[in-house]
């Protein structure tokens, strides 16, 4: 139960961090079958905070069908999250794994490039929510029911309104690729 974690320029490293050790718990204290592979246009991307992180792969060595999952953290317009969260490439991405019903969890404004791929349209989704509730809105306008609660998981997709989440998305994410039951032993040994 593959997940490719897929990061883009100006991301959060906090919503990057959660599914890293979330899946990381998982694989390591109980040997659950979750392991992460981390993508993102180049091999370094730079995160907000100005933080440079490696990945794994990039964007041009994906082949959705090894993957089960795809993870989106989301991250900051002043660091440039939508010059690459909007390129067309990671666009089509989603569409793919959307296509084949995998998995698909975005944390906070991540939501918004899912959305803009169009596989949102009809569906409930939910993204940041607070200073006005702008980027709701912003999701809105690609016609998402936009419901205003923390996590709102409609089939496959896994959306979530801000950074406090991050770790509940990474353990629905958890709890779809495993079980109920296995997500909640990860969670209570991680003290949540």
Known sequence: MITLLFVVKGFETMEFSAFVDVMGWARNDYG???????CGFQKEVTSTFNIPVLVDKTI???????????????????????????DERFLNLIREFDKQGKI???????????????????????????????????????????????IVVDK??????CPETAPGVAFKLLEKLTSTEKMEIVKQAMGF
């Open 32 to 38: 659950y079958n979750v392991p992460v592979v981390t």
């Open 60 to 86: 041009d060595e994906i082949n959705v069908d090894e993957y089960d999952a795809l993870a989106i953290p989301g991250g900051f317009e002043e660091f440039g999250f939508y010059e690459e969260a909007y």
């Open 104 to 150: 698909i969890a975005a944390i906070c404004v991540a939501a918004l490039p899912v959305g803009k791929s169009g596989v949102l349209a009809g569906r409930k989704a939910t993204t940041y929510h607070l200073r006005d509730a702008y980027r709701q809105k912003q999701l809105k306008e690609f016609d998402v029911d936009v419901v205003n609660e923390p």
């Open 156 to 161: 496959n997709i896994i959306t979530s309104y």
